[in-house]
């Protein structure tokens, strides 16, 4: 909706801006990432609802606008720190949207008096959810600028020109592989440039600042996710500007044949099989970062396409001849090999189930999990499963709704006259639109901040601060108050390092009854391996993460969980300074059926 109404706001063309919003639903990762809980969705909806104010503004002269722009950009803020990268742009879009407005006022005096109340308005809506994060940071990590992202601020230690060259060229995780409107964008930028001067600059600053960011971070690549995650924020500012463009190409036919046969080719190969299924099982496949990466037979789209048409083929065999011998599990070793039986082998979608370790990969997610047959024929199409195993009609013809949405959306957009060269103009719906914005925004962030300082006000109670042989301190935990049988505890242990440490160390964690009886346990060096302590220096903060299996038949009632830190060579404890002691107890759990 916000990039329909953006793209009005600068072409004033109805059925331009409904092309743009349909080439942003199906040729972007938009699609994919609005099945998941990661943070860029939201986070892109606030930022480009901060943008969209902006450009209102100019038409309906009203502060409220400006007061919706502060706060959709706050709301990023709170939704993701890093959503900081955007200031540049949004302030310089602020100051060419309001150095137009304040030289054409020949009134010194009403002009300077003007823009204080913009910049207020403005400041006001961002202060409000930024205000509630800095608080929230205070009550729980004893800091306002303390995030809980503990080494997520160090990580800045890899060659920018190695983040370029995969989120641009590698074959794994380019934005132009991943985002159809990214082949365009430098054509597309030229022509903007032309018309829209203002928009052209802060989207290039957008994407640019937002690429050399990420590019700088050892993890750009975001992985454990579908393409470059960290880019998806971007993808607006990818697809506006092609309204500069396609107007151009539309009216040549070999354009118009060359644009619909790659985008119904890029889409059948890359967006459908990501739709189809999870798009992330890549990630379990056990082949190396470097192959997924760089490694064209090894990229994450063609594995998703292999897997989809193993998945056609599984279901094919389920619907129309279902196997009736039983199928023997998988024995084998993770990685290249499991693939190639999983995606050459007919089996049941249901089955067979793995015989592995329950051992933990390094996203902190268990082999088991990863390694079933069911989780790699995952269709995420629900409209599919609602039909297939609902025997409730009317829930069936409640799920097809979303999809008659689109019909609509298909019909409207035929439907819809051009508008060109006549300047949009707001409607008193439009006028009020921003207190509708505003009052739902606000309701959002009291339900939020009702949330946010319950918990923060139970986890500051978290705070340890223990020193273990003056070396490594243990600042923080978190963990749920009841949990399953046969479930997993997640345990959160925020670290801080005090002295260089030249020896690694494991963490443990156990699980104790009433009789201090160890039940369950889980040792693992920090982050799974990945970040040992040897590699820590003094300040070094981390958030560490161990899951915790209890057994499917622990009988219920309340568990004590201790951890502690030790050399997996020599086998010895740290102590606990002024205690003596080598573990620290973290209170109990209840475990309930």
Same mark, same amino acid.
């Given at each position: 909706?916000l990039?329909?109404?953006?793209? +009005?706001?600068l072409?004033s063309?109805?059925?331009?801006?409904?092309?743009?919003?349909?080439?942003?639903g199906?040729?972007?990762?938009?699609?994919p990432?609005?099945?998941?809980?990661?943070?860029?969705p939201?986070q892109?909806l606030?930022i480009?609802l901060?943008f969209?104010?902006?450009?209102?503004?100019?038409?309906s002269?009203?502060m409220?606008w400006l007061?919706?722009?502060?706060?959709?950009?706050?709301?990023?803020?709170?939704?993701k720190?890093?959503?900081?990268?955007?200031?540049?742009?949004i302030?310089?879009?602020f100051?060419? =949207?309001?150095?137009?407005?304040?030289?054409?006022?020949?009134n010194?005096?009403?002009?300077n008096?003007? #823009?204080?109340?913009?910049?207020?308005y403005?400041?006001?809506? #961002?202060?409000?959810?930024?205000g509630?994060? +800095?608080l929230?940071?205070? *009550?729980?990590?004893?800091?306002? +600028?303390l995030t %809980?992202?503990?080494?997520?601020?160090?990580?800045f &230690?890899?060659?920018i020109?190695?983040g370029?060259?995969?989120?641009l060229?590698?074959t794994?995780?380019?934005?132009?592989?991943?985002s159809?409107?990214?082949? =365009?964008?430098?054509?597309?930028?030229?022509y903007?440039?032309?018309?829209?001067?203002?928009?052209?600059?802060?989207?290039?600053?957008?994407i640019v600042?937002?690429?050399?960011?990420?590019?700088s971070?050892?993890?750009?690549?975001?992985d454990?996710?579908?393409?470059?995650?960290?880019?998806?924020?971007?993808?607006?500012?990818?697809?506006?500007?092609l309204?500069?463009?396609?107007p151009t190409?539309?009216r040549r036919?070999?354009?118009? *044949?060359?644009?619909a046969?790659?985008?119904?080719?890029?889409?059948?190969l890359?967006?459908a099989?990501a739709?189809?299924?999870?798009?992330?099982?890549?990630?379990?496949?056990?082949?190396?970062?470097i192959?997924?990466?760089?490694s064209?037979?090894d990229s994450?789209?063609? #594995?998703?396409?292999?897997?989809?048409?193993?998945?056609?083929?599984?279901?094919?065999?389920?619907? #129309?001849?279902?196997?009736?011998e039983?199928?023997?599990p998988?024995q084998?070793?993770p990685?290249?090999v499991?693939v190639d039986?999983?995606?050459?082998?007919?089996?049941?979608v249901?089955?067979?189930?793995?015989?592995?370790?329950?051992?933990?990969?390094?996203?902190?997610?268990?082999v088991?999990y990863?390694y !079933?047959?069911h989780?790699?024929?995952?269709?995420?199409?629900?409209?599919?499963?609602?039909?297939?195993?609902?025997?409730?009609?009317?829930?069936?013809? =409640? %799920? +097809?709704?979303p999809?008659?949405?689109?019909?609509?959306? =298909?019909?409207a957009?035929?439907?819809?006259?051009r508008l060109d060269d006549i300047?949009?103009?707001?409607?008193?719906?439009?006028?009020?639109?921003?207190?509708w914005?505003?009052?739902l925004?606000?309701?959002?962030?009291?339900a939020?901040?009702?949330?946010?300082?319950?918990?923060?006000?139970? &986890? !500051?109670?978290?705070?340890?601060?223990i020193d273990?042989?003056?070396?490594?301190?243990?600042?923080?935990?978190?963990?749920?108050?009841?949990?399953?049988?046969?479930?997993?505890i997640?345990l959160?242990?925020?670290?801080?390092?005090?002295?260089?440490v030249?020896?690694?160390?494991?963490i443990?964690?156990?699980?104790?009854?009433?009789?201090?009886?160890?039940?369950?346990?889980?040792?693992?060096?920090?982050?799974n391996?990945?970040d040992?302590t040897?590699?820590?220096?003094p300040?070094?903060?981390?958030a560490?993460?161990?899951?915790?299996?209890v057994?499917?038949?622990?009988?219920?009632?309340?568990?004590?969980?201790?951890?502690?830190?030790? &050399? !997996?060579?020599?086998?010895?404890?740290?102590?606990?300074?002024?205690?003596g002691?080598?573990?620290?107890?973290l209170?109990? *759990?209840?475990?309930t059926?």
């Amino acid at each position: 909706m916000l990039i329909y109404l953006f793209a +009005l706001q600068l072409f004033s063309n109805r059925k331009l801006a409904m092309c743009l919003a349909l080439v942003y639903g199906f040729f972007t990762m938009a699609w994919p990432y609005s099945k998941y809980t990661f943070s860029e969705p939201p986070q892109t909806l606030c930022i480009l609802l901060s943008f969209y104010a902006l450009k209102a503004y100019t038409s309906s002269k009203s502060m409220s606008w400006l007061l919706l722009s502060g706060l959709g950009y706050g709301m990023a803020i709170l939704t993701k720190v890093a959503s900081a990268v955007f200031a540049p742009a949004i302030l310089l879009y602020f100051i060419l =949207l309001m150095l137009s407005e304040y030289r054409a006022n020949p009134n010194k005096r009403a002009r300077n008096a003007r #823009f204080i109340r913009q910049v207020l308005y403005m400041g006001i809506g #961002f202060a409000l959810p930024v205000g509630t994060m +800095l608080l929230y940071n205070t *009550i729980r990590f004893g800091h306002p +600028l303390l995030t %809980g992202y503990g080494s997520a601020f160090n990580l800045f &230690d890899s060659s920018i020109l190695v983040g370029l060259h995969g989120l641009l060229l590698s074959t794994g995780k380019s934005i132009f592989l991943y985002s159809l409107p990214a082949v =365009l964008s430098i054509p597309a930028f030229i022509y903007l440039m032309r018309s829209h001067r203002n928009e052209a600059v802060v989207f290039l600053l957008a994407i640019v600042s937002n690429l050399l960011f990420y590019a700088s971070l050892s993890y750009w690549h975001g992985d454990t996710a579908w393409g470059p995650r960290y880019l998806v924020p971007i993808e607006p500012y990818l697809v506006l500007p092609l309204g500069a463009l396609l107007p151009t190409l539309w009216r040549r036919r070999g354009w118009r *044949i060359s644009l619909a046969v790659v985008a119904a080719v890029w889409f059948l190969l890359v967006q459908a099989p990501a739709v189809i299924t999870d798009p992330r099982t890549y990630i379990g496949t056990g082949t190396p970062h470097i192959l997924r990466y760089y490694s064209p037979v090894d990229s994450p789209i063609v #594995f998703n396409l292999r897997n989809v048409i193993s998945l056609v083929r599984n279901w094919s065999i389920n619907w #129309f001849a279902p196997a009736t011998e039983v199928l023997p599990p998988y024995q084998g070793e993770p990685g290249k090999v499991y693939v190639d039986w999983l995606l050459t082998t007919k089996h049941s979608v249901k089955g067979p189930d793995l015989v592995l370790s329950d051992t933990n990969t390094w996203c902190g997610l268990s082999v088991t999990y990863f390694y !079933s047959a069911h989780f790699f024929h995952l269709v995420d199409a629900w409209w599919w499963y609602i039909a297939r195993y609902n025997n409730n009609g009317w829930l069936t013809l =409640l %799920g +097809l709704i979303p999809l008659g949405l689109v019909a609509y959306v =298909l019909y409207a957009f035929r439907r819809s006259r051009r508008l060109d060269d006549i300047p949009v103009q707001p409607t008193a719906m439009a006028q009020r639109a921003p207190t509708w914005l505003i009052s739902l925004l606000a309701v959002f962030l009291i339900a939020t901040n009702a949330i946010l300082f319950s918990s923060a006000r139970a &986890d !500051s109670a978290r705070r340890l601060n223990i020193d273990f042989a003056s070396v490594i301190r243990l600042c923080s935990y978190s963990m749920p108050h009841r949990v399953r049988a046969g479930h997993t505890i997640e345990l959160r242990l925020y670290w801080e390092c005090l002295q260089p440490v030249a020896i690694d160390y494991s963490i443990f964690a156990h699980l104790l009854d009433a009789n201090g009886t160890m039940v369950a346990q889980k040792d693992s060096s920090p982050v799974n391996g990945r970040d040992p302590t040897s590699g820590w220096y003094p300040g070094y903060q981390i958030a560490d993460f161990l899951h915790i299996q209890v057994p499917p038949d622990l009988e219920p009632g309340q568990y004590e969980i201790i951890v502690g830190i030790y &050399d !997996s060579q020599t086998m010895e404890r740290l102590t606990i300074d002024a205690v003596g002691t080598s573990q620290v107890s973290l209170g109990t *759990i209840t475990v309930t059926q």
